[in-house]
Structures are given as structure tokens and as C-alpha cells.
């Protein structure tokens, strides 16, 4: 259970400090993406809104080469300051000893909470619009996804030890990570025949896999009865891949321990020159597991008759004995999601000497549904979240967006960021969380996108 214990934290470490996630803009205009996406933007999020270009736009070719990277974590207490104040010693190099007003507070930030974190760098993306022929698409991403959740039981048991006559469950605490490399190609058309302004997109996502860790079962409960004897009972089960005995990684990205695939569905329909609806289902797909494939068995059917005894006492969580074996393989699905949204333009007219009167958008307002499929999984949730995100265009260089995301692993929070196009080049920057940005210290629900493409080709 230490183990399991210190392979928590590592995880949640690893993810705040590295970098990903999806396309700036979108993240700015509080993670809308199904029906304001276009072009590289759109990969990912909603394959059939690929073939569109932004309104000044007029390249046929886009691409994205090692500039487009991000984080996005989400917890009720991991940030910089806490880990900063409990873990990492007392500053003379030797391990810090807890008070009781200090557990007391770790305690209550950290019980009956629900943790993700997902880092993404994207290697390169590119997008083809040919004349007749549709919309080709093309991206090669590194992403890592990680979630954990700690009941109260455990961060109580965890902390203060076994109180007399209380049962512990553990059985709802649940961990799991995962690092892959996905290869996402991409097509997308009109469909005719049934409406002018309805588009359809597809992408098939070879998905590689370099590491996985998931809690595969848990029923263990712990009781002291009031003689202080001590009983547990159940077994908790964990499966990974590509992780050596330790939870060590076996390599980063050039050790592939896993190979599946995925799918992206999408749809887009335009319903006047203002209104357009999205639809997607993205990463409907699974991953194989079959290199450095592991499960780690934890029995806790144990009995403690004598709590003076120093020969039991040595640690009840130490008693809880784990038992490793390979296996030869096991299957995990992708962090599956569905998105509905719609998107509302803002027009202004202008009049030209060569062209009369041309309207111009000047901002969108778009509306955002998202649902997961898997509360198990990490990269996906059962908690549904709802977004309302908008871009202001005052001229053909500069943008401001911002946004108000409700619900899912974001909770709540006010999303920012601006967009500069200079010439062939467009540069965007957003995070989800615009408040902690200015408490980054003590923020635990904070991100940072970056994304630059550049654009050829025009007719």
C-alpha cells in the first residue's frame, strides 16, 4: 500500500510538471471545440470541421511543426505550495514529520477528491483542402492522461491510523495513467445530396502504447474492534504495462509496450449564415497491452490480535503483502467523449469600392455539451460539462477570447486568451483557468496551451 501510496504521488508530480492538451483557441474559449473548430484546430475535437478557415484565411495548406504543446491539470488540492510544504523534507535534507494540525489539513484538502491531469505535445499537424476532393488531415501527438480518486476512508486510515470500531472501505479509491502516441489521419467532405451546408468527418488513430497503470479491483476494508484487534479483509488488484517492478518506466517514448486504435466521428451543419451546430464521438477505440504486461495482487485478509506486539505492529500497511506475476496481455479503452455544441456569428457589414458590401464576422458565441463514457478510465468522465465560449475579432490581426466552463473534472472555472495572425503565421495562447493563473503557487486547477501554425497555398 505504500507503494501505492508513493506511485500516487509521482504520477500527480509528473503530470504538473510536464507539458499539452488540445488547440489554444478552443481551450480560451472555455474548451469549445465541436462547432467553432476549423482546420488544425479541429483535429481531435471534430474531424468534420477540418476543411473550414478561419474568415481571412485563404490557404489550402496548414501545418503545425513542434509548436503546438500544453497542460491541463484538475485537483482539489495538488499544487506546487502543498507539495512544496509536505513533501519535499524539512530543507535539511531529511524527512519531514508531520504535526497533527498539518495531517489535519492535508486531510481535508485531500479527501473525497477527484484528480486528472492530461499533458499533450503534438508533433507535427497538417491539413490539405483540395479543390473537389474534400479535406485531408494529418497529426502525430504524445499524450498522457492520469486521474485518481481519494475517498475519505483512505485519506483518514492513510493519516491518523485505524480508529477503535470504525470500518475502513477502500474500495472506491482508484488510480490509473496512461502515455501513447497517436497517429491521427483524417478526412472530411460535404455530404451531398442531403443538405448544402452539411459536412461529415472521420479519422482513424493508430494509437501506440508506451505505459499504463489502472486500478483493476479493490474491496479491501480495515476494523479495529473495540478489543484493538485488527482485522482486513478483500484484495485490490493493479494492471500495468511498460513499467518494470518498481513502477519504473522501461523508456520514454522508444519502448512501445501496447498498439491499438481509435476513431473520431463528427459532424457539422450549417443552419443559416449565423448558426452552425457540431456533433462529435471522439476516441471510440482501445489499446492492447502485451509488453512488460504486469498484475500486482494486494491481499488484506490479515489479523492482528496484539498491538503491543511489536512483531505484528511493525506496520498493519506493510502487512498487506503484494504478490507480482506477469501476464501475457490485457486490453484498455480509449478515453472515449461526446460533444454537442452550436455556434453563433456576430456579422458586421462593410462597404467596399471593389465588391459593394462584404460582411465581416466580427466575434462567435458558442455553446458546449460534453460527456465521457468512463469514470474508470483516465482522459474521460461520467461528470458531464457544459461551456460557453466566445471570440472577439476586432480586426484582421488580434483576438480575445475567453469562456465559463461548468461541470466535469473542471468544476468551475473562467478561461482566457488571445490569437495573432501575421501573415502565414498564426500564433494563439489560452489557459482554462484564468483566476489561478495569478496564484500559480498555490493553484490546483491550472493550464497553459500554446499553438502556432502557419499557413501556404493560397489560390
Same mark, same amino acid.
Given at each position: 500500500?505504500?507503494? &501505492?501510496?508513493?506511485?500516487?504521488?509521482?504520477?500527480?508530480?509528473?503530470?504538473?510538471?510536464? /507539458?499539452?492538451? !488540445?488547440?489554444?483557441?478552443?481551450?480560451? @474559449?472555455?474548451? =469549445?471545440?465541436?462547432?467553432?473548430?476549423?482546420?488544425?484546430?479541429?483535429?481531435?475535437?471534430?474531424?468534420?470541421?477540418?476543411?473550414?478557415?478561419? /474568415?481571412?484565411?485563404?490557404?489550402?495548406?496548414?501545418?503545425?511543426?513542434?509548436?503546438?504543446?500544453?497542460?491541463?491539470?484538475?485537483?482539489?488540492?495538488? !499544487?506546487?505550495?502543498?507539495?512544496?510544504? *509536505?513533501?519535499?523534507?524539512?530543507?535539511?535534507?531529511?524527512?519531514?514529520?508531520?504535526?497533527?494540525?498539518?495531517?489535519?489539513?492535508?486531510?481535508?484538502?485531500?479527501?473525497?477528491?477527484?484528480? %486528472?491531469?492530461?499533458?499533450?505535445?503534438?508533433?507535427?499537424?497538417?491539413?490539405?483542402?483540395?479543390?473537389?476532393?474534400?479535406?485531408? +488531415?494529418?497529426? &502525430?501527438?504524445?499524450?498522457?492522461?492520469?486521474? %485518481?480518486?481519494?475517498?475519505?476512508?483512505?485519506?483518514?486510515?492513510?493519516?491518523?491510523?485505524?480508529? &477503535?470500531?470504525?470500518?475502513?472501505?477502500?474500495?472506491?479509491?482508484?488510480?490509473?495513467?496512461?502515455?501513447?502516441? /497517436?497517429?491521427?489521419?483524417? *478526412?472530411?467532405?460535404?455530404?451531398? $445530396?442531403?443538405?448544402?451546408?452539411?459536412?461529415?468527418?472521420?479519422?482513424?488513430?493508430?494509437?501506440?502504447?508506451?505505459?499504463?497503470?489502472?486500478?483493476?479491483?479493490?474491496?479491501? =476494508?480495515?476494523?479495529?474492534?473495540?478489543?484493538?484487534?485488527?482485522?482486513?479483509?478483500?484484495?485490490?488488484?493493479?494492471?500495468?504495462?511498460?513499467?518494470?517492478?518498481?513502477?519504473?518506466?522501461?523508456? $520514454?517514448?522508444?519502448?512501445?509496450?501496447?498498439? +491499438?486504435?481509435?476513431?473520431?466521428?463528427?459532424?457539422?451543419?450549417?443552419?443559416?449564415?449565423?448558426?452552425?451546430?457540431?456533433?462529435?464521438?471522439?476516441? &471510440?477505440?482501445?489499446?492492447?497491452?502485451?509488453?512488460?504486461?504486469? /498484475?500486482?495482487? *494486494?491481499?488484506?485478509?490479515?489479523?492482528?490480535?496484539?498491538?503491543?506486539?511489536?512483531?505484528?505492529?511493525?506496520?498493519?500497511?506493510?502487512?498487506?503483502?503484494?504478490?507480482?506475476?506477469?501476464?501475457?496481455?490485457?486490453?484498455?479503452?480509449?478515453?472515449?467523449?461526446?460533444?454537442?455544441?452550436?455556434?453563433?456569428?456576430?456579422?458586421?457589414?462593410?462597404?467596399?469600392?471593389?465588391?459593394?458590401?462584404?460582411? *465581416?464576422?466580427?466575434?462567435?458565441?458558442?455553446?458546449?455539451?460534453?460527456?465521457?463514457?468512463?469514470?474508470?478510465?483516465?482522459?474521460?468522465?461520467?461528470?458531464?460539462?457544459?461551456?460557453?465560449?466566445?471570440?472577439?475579432?476586432?480586426?484582421? @490581426?488580434?483576438?480575445?477570447?475567453? +469562456?465559463?466552463?461548468?461541470?466535469?473534472?473542471?468544476?468551475?472555472?473562467?478561461?482566457?486568451?488571445?490569437?495573432?495572425?501575421?501573415?502565414?503565421?498564426?500564433?494563439?495562447?489560452?489557459?482554462?483557468?484564468?483566476?489561478?493563473?495569478?496564484?500559480?503557487?498555490?493553484?490546483?486547477?491550472?493550464?497553459?496551451?500554446?499553438?502556432?501554425?502557419? $499557413?501556404?497555398?493560397?489560390?
Amino acid at each position: 500500500m505504500k507503494t &501505492i501510496l508513493t506511485l500516487f504521488l509521482v504520477m500527480i508530480s509528473a503530470i504538473t510538471h510536464a /507539458q499539452v492538451s !488540445s488547440d489554444a483557441r478552443n481551450v480560451a @474559449m472555455g474548451r =469549445t471545440s465541436v462547432a467553432n473548430s476549423y482546420g488544425i484546430s479541429a483535429l481531435d475535437n471534430n474531424p468534420a470541421n477540418i476543411g473550414i478557415n478561419g /474568415q481571412f484565411d485563404k490557404s489550402q495548406l496548414h501545418f503545425s511543426l513542434f509548436s503546438s504543446f500544453g497542460y491541463v491539470i484538475n485537483s482539489g488540492f495538488i !499544487s506546487y505550495e502543498f507539495y512544496n510544504n *509536505y513533501f519535499t523534507g524539512d530543507g535539511n535534507g531529511n524527512k519531514k514529520i508531520l504535526t497533527h494540525s498539518e495531517k489535519v489539513d492535508i486531510f481535508n484538502s485531500s479527501k473525497d477528491t477527484k484528480n %486528472s491531469g492530461s499533458v499533450s505535445n503534438n508533433i507535427v499537424s497538417l491539413v490539405y483542402k483540395t479543390p473537389e476532393d474534400g479535406t485531408f +488531415g494529418l497529426s &502525430i501527438s504524445d499524450e498522457m492522461y492520469g486521474r %485518481s480518486y481519494i475517498p475519505v476512508d483512505f485519506a483518514e486510515f492513510a493519516l491518523f491510523g485505524n480508529e &477503535i470500531n470504525r470500518l475502513y472501505d477502500f474500495s472506491e479509491f482508484n488510480l490509473s495513467f496512461s502515455k501513447i502516441r /497517436q497517429i491521427t489521419l483524417s *478526412y472530411s467532405n460535404q455530404i451531398s $445530396g442531403i443538405s448544402e451546408g452539411l459536412t461529415f468527418g472521420v479519422s482513424v488513430k493508430p494509437t501506440l502504447g508506451y505505459q499504463y497503470f489502472e486500478t483493476y479491483g479493490n474491496n479491501i =476494508t480495515i476494523f479495529t474492534n473495540d478489543s484493538n484487534e485488527v482485522s482486513g479483509s478483500g484484495i485490490a488488484t493493479f494492471r500495468t504495462a511498460g513499467l518494470d517492478y518498481g513502477f519504473e518506466p522501461v523508456s $520514454g517514448f522508444s519502448n512501445i509496450a501496447g498498439f +491499438g486504435i481509435g476513431f473520431d466521428l463528427g459532424l457539422n451543419l450549417k443552419l443559416n449564415d449565423r448558426i452552425n451546430a457540431g456533433f462529435s464521438i471522439t476516441d &471510440i477505440g482501445w489499446v492492447r497491452w502485451n509488453k512488460n504486461t504486469m /498484475q500486482s495482487r *494486494y491481499d488484506a485478509n490479515i489479523e492482528l490480535t496484539d498491538l503491543s506486539d511489536d512483531n505484528q505492529l511493525d506496520s498493519l500497511l506493510d502487512l498487506i503483502k503484494e504478490k507480482e506475476k506477469p501476464v501475457n496481455s490485457f486490453t484498455s479503452i480509449l478515453p472515449t467523449n461526446f460533444r454537442i455544441g452550436l455556434m453563433y456569428r456576430f456579422i458586421e457589414p462593410h462597404n467596399t469600392l471593389d465588391k459593394g458590401v462584404v460582411n *465581416y464576422d466580427r466575434g462567435y458565441i458558442s455553446l458546449e455539451y460534453l460527456q465521457g463514457f468512463s469514470d474508470k478510465y483516465a482522459g474521460s468522465s461520467l461528470d458531464p460539462r457544459v461551456s460557453i465560449g466566445a471570440e472577439w475579432i476586432p480586426d484582421r @490581426m488580434f483576438s480575445i477570447r475567453s +469562456g465559463i466552463i461548468a461541470g466535469g473534472e473542471d468544476k468551475f472555472a473562467l478561461s482566457f486568451g488571445a490569437g495573432g495572425n501575421f501573415g502565414p503565421v498564426s500564433v494563439n495562447i489560452g489557459t482554462h483557468n484564468i483566476i489561478d493563473v495569478f496564484d500559480i503557487k498555490s493553484s490546483s486547477r491550472n493550464s497553459l496551451m500554446i499553438t502556432v501554425i502557419v $499557413g501556404l497555398l493560397e489560390p
